[in-house]
């Protein structure tokens, strides 16, 4: 079944954006996999003649929601900490912001190819995504961290590491018409956690 056709607005108050990270090394038993969700920002999907896409999000916004594996579970101060790690010494509030420049569809799959603004960088990174005839919408990427000259984040002598390659999923139900939106990011969502 075909997509909703279409200009719909998406954020947090219709869909969750999520980080999922992995942990090698030697010392990797002692951390976490992550769920990470970022907590402010925006996109546009066009399902119209000219298909388009588009997305923002607030770097300080990431908050750990999860926390899988590891020697102790984490903590609200755990994730506080990883939160502001994630803040000031992986992403240090640079932009990011991904520039679709061309959307397949085939059937209910949606393939968007285009640039991601990451850490500073821009390079090409390909989005999948399937939507219901409901509205229903879930998708994923891969980011490389080092893509991005990101050096992924690294503790205990360097014997437990955050993988470089981690996973961006989207998850949620296509929204109203992107015209009654401001520009930016989604307002009320919650940057604090």
């Not at 994730?79 to 990011?96: H, M, P, Q, R, S």
Request: aromatic share 4%.
């Amino acid at each position: 079944m075909a997509p909703p056709t279409g200009t719909h607005a998406l954020g947090p108050e219709n869909a969750t954006l999520t980080v999922r990270t992995g942990k090698t090394g030697a010392a990797a038993k002692a951390g976490h996999n992550l769920r990470i969700e970022v907590t402010s920002w925006s996109a546009t999907l066009d399902l119209g003649d000219d298909p388009s896409a588009s997305l923002t999000a607030d770097a300080r916004s990431l908050r750990v929601r999860e926390g899988h594996g590891g020697m102790q579970s984490l903590d609200d101060d755990d994730k506080a900490n990883i939160d502001k790690t994630v803040d000031e010494e992986v992403l240090k509030g640079t932009a990011i912001a991904f520039h679709c420049s061309s959307v397949q569809v085939h059937g209910d799959r949606l393939t968007l190819a285009g640039e991601l603004e990451l850490g500073g960088r821009r390079g090409p990174l390909t989005f999948e995504l399937s939507v219901g005839g409901d509205g229903s919408l879930t998708g994923t990427a891969v980011v490389k961290q080092s893509g991005w000259g990101m050096k992924p984040y690294s503790t205990l002598f360097g014997t437990l590491k955050v993988v470089d390659e981690v996973e961006v999923a989207i998850e949620g139900t296509l929204g109203s018409s992107a015209s009654t939106l401001q520009p930016g990011l989604a307002k009320g969502s919650d940057r604090d956690g």
